[in-house]
């Protein structure tokens, strides 16, 4: 059983940044691929970016292509998401997920398929 910890969200005004990091128990990290999605309030889960086991390859939607980046750092079990230019439709809890069958940065928008998932941090960016 992995253990995903999220952590790095807070309140911050539009135009700002946050680093939100994502720590895992499992030291075969290298061996998951790893997903970043967020849930607003009244909304499903919507897919952010993913990248891959090796973090050589990333993927990220088209709402935050461009604002938001991926990485990761084996050796220290973890995933970052480097959140800039927030805006207040940012708003959400952000969830970090492990995917231990695909290797790839891009399986689509889909939420199926992460074998583990965080609890969740909130992001909040006010206008």
Known sequence: QVQLVESGGGL???GGSLRLSCVASERTFSTY???WFRQA???DRE???RI??????TYCTDSVKGRFTISRDNAQNTVYLQMNSLKPE???VYYCAADRLRSMAYVGPTSSGYDYWGQGT???VSS
Do not use: I
């Open 12 to 14: 911050v005004q539009a």
């Open 122 to 124: 909130q992001v909040t």
């Open 47 to 49: 897919f952010v970016g």
């Open 90 to 92: 940012d708003t959400a």
């Open 41 to 43: 309030p009244g909304k």
């Open 52 to 57: 891959s086991r090796s973090g050589n390859s």
């Open 33 to 35: 691929a790893m997903g």
